[in-house]
């Protein structure tokens, strides 16, 4: 895990502040751009498809790279809420085998507006340009994020948004160690002595660890 979120130091909005304040976001692309680093909690170069020549030889931009599908719908009483399962790609993790280039986590986002009313937000940018990697730097996604969240946060920059994701999941939906680690893209052994989570004895496939948290995202936000 690169990240420290546990020392409490840097600063997190509240839920409904944070979205209140997307929400009012007029620009359609910063907009999209903005929940969709916060909800797949995205390091910026996940999600961007350039990069500048200066950094191109350290940093690859791996957006492009962004998978999106529906599974069928997750029964909750006489309710069946579909699912959005995003595959995308970790930047600081290789993989264990020569044949794969890239590892991916899967994140599952409930496709309900009661739920989680980006996602279907992002769906339809998806629809709409057939993608959802962005063809700017990380250098301007960060002046994107800057201009419109400075107000919230005037040290905001791109990876806040991931620390106040994995914050929000536990304060909010309650997850655990585990959760985390399949949701941020984090492995497993990584959670020990950082967090003070226990992380078990055995692993979870990467394909499957979405259904342990899934359940657990579906808590109706009040705005």
């Given amino acids: ?9 840097e600063f997190v909005p509240e839920l409904p502040e944070f979205r209140v304040a997307v929400d009012r976001i007029k620009n359609r692309r910063d907009s999209i751009l903005i929940k969709a680093l916060y909800l797949l909690a995205l390091r910026v170069h996940e999600i961007a498809t350039k990069t500048s020549p200066s950094l191109m ?18 029964r909750l009483g006489d309710k069946e809420i579909p699912i959005g ?26 496709c309900d507006p009661v739920y989680e009313p980006w996602a279907l937000d992002l769906l339809r940018w998806i629809k709409n340009n057939g993608k959802l990697g962005f063809d700017i730097t990380a250098i301007q996604i960060n002046r994107i994020v800057k201009r419109h969240l400075s107000i919230i946060d005037n040290k905001v920059h791109t990876h806040s948004l991931r620390h106040w994701r994995a914050t929000h999941l536990v304060t909010y939906y309650n997850f655990d160690g585990w959760d985390l680690c399949a949701y941020m893209g984090w492995t497993y052994s990584s959670l020990h002595g950082k967090m003070n989570m226990p992380i078990g004895k055995s692993d979870i496939y990467v394909h499957l660890a979405w259904k342990r948290y899934f359940p657990k995202l579906l808590r109706p936000l009040k705005t």
């Fill in 1 to 9: 895990m690169e990240e420290e979120y546990a020392d409490g130091e």
């Fill in 85 to 110: 399962l995003f595959k995308c790609p970790v930047l600081k993790r290789k993989p264990k085998s020569k044949k794969r280039k890239l590892v991916y986590k899967i994140v599952a986002l409930p």
């Fill in 57 to 74: 030889s350290l940093t690859k931009p791996l957006g492009q790279y962004i998978e999106v599908s529906i599974n069928r719908g997750y």
